[in-house]
């Protein structure tokens, strides 16, 4: 987290890659895929730690979405699929970044 997504996403921007992802997936997370693909082509480089991360929470979007099967709500599993990932992928982008406070301070 400390690399890959505290630098700007623009140089004139005030906003870093972290906070416009983290907002962007509470919104919605795929859109948040998709401004980081757009922004990851057009800086020429992407990062394999933000990539698994999304990788992570996709699988576990599909996993919850397979898993939550009420019996009176036959499209709640697409509902899970559409905005799991809204809570998900914040709290990946907390915990990586917690995981490297604890880390940095221990150094």
């Not at 020429?44 to 919850?64: C, I």
Request: proline share 5%.
């Amino acid at each position: 987290m400390s690399q890959e997504l505290s630098v700007r996403a623009h140089a004139a921007s005030p906003v870093d890659l972290s906070m416009l992802l983290t907002f962007t997936a509470m919104i919605w997370f795929y859109a948040s895929l998709v401004i980081y693909i757009v922004v990851a082509v057009t800086r020429n480089r992407s990062s394999t730690s933000v990539l698994r991360a999304y990788g992570a929470t996709a699988v576990l979007t599909m996993l919850f979405a397979f898993l939550y099967q009420p019996p009176r709500s036959p499209l709640a599993n697409l509902e899970a699929v559409a905005l799991a990932g809204n809570f998900l992928f914040p709290m990946m982008l907390v915990g990586w970044r917690l995981g490297d406070r604890l880390r940095l301070t221990q150094m």
